[in-house]
């Protein structure tokens, strides 16, 4: 698969009157798994070739669902919840070479993500990147999710006196 024009060249084989070319030439720009190149001989007969040209030009997709682990409700980046966070990607590619890989970036560059389906996140207050990349080597908008969970009762500190937690509430 590729994400540029395809340059294909095809033979012509005729042994009564011969071909008008040895080889018909064409580039292809759309994309899709094959398209036709039509041969011809000296006498005017025609034949159409299918050739692969496996080109992709679109850049793949990805959707995702962020809940809850306590209440199932919908967790919105960029705030502050109590709870854990169940985390699904949905990468899709409409171009027709199919999806390579998704990645993450968490900081200190892109990786494999291998964990697409309801994966746990827990404790943490960080920023992720995601993105998919096609066989083609489209590569996706990126997604951005500040995670922020804090679970952690909070400690109480004395000045001046003495202080004593009576009840943790999470």
Request: aromatic share 12%; net charge negative; with cysteine.
């Amino acid at each position: 698969w590729t994400n540029k024009d395809r340059y294909i060249s095809q033979e012509c084989n005729d042994s009564l009157s011969g071909c008008t070319a040895a080889s018909f030439n064409k580039t292809f720009t759309t994309e899709g798994k094959t398209g036709e190149i039509t041969i011809s001989d000296k006498v005017g007969n025609t034949n159409t070739c299918t050739v692969n040209k496996y080109i992709d030009k679109t850049k793949p997709t990805l959707g995702y669902k962020l809940t809850d682990d306590t209440a199932g409700a919908n967790y919105t980046p960029g705030t502050w919840s109590k709870h854990g966070i169940y985390r699904d990607l949905y990468p899709a590619d409409t171009g027709g070479s199919g999806v390579k890989e998704v990645q993450y970036n968490d900081g200190a560059g892109w990786y494999t993500e291998s964990y697409l389906d309801h994966w746990w996140i827990g404790e943490t207050n960080q920023t992720s990147k995601y993105r998919v990349i096609d066989n083609a080597g489209n590569i996706s908008d990126e997604l951005s999710f500040h995670y922020m969970i804090d679970w952690t009762p909070p400690t109480c500190v004395s000045s001046g006196g003495s202080s004593t937690a009576t009840t943790n509430s999470v």
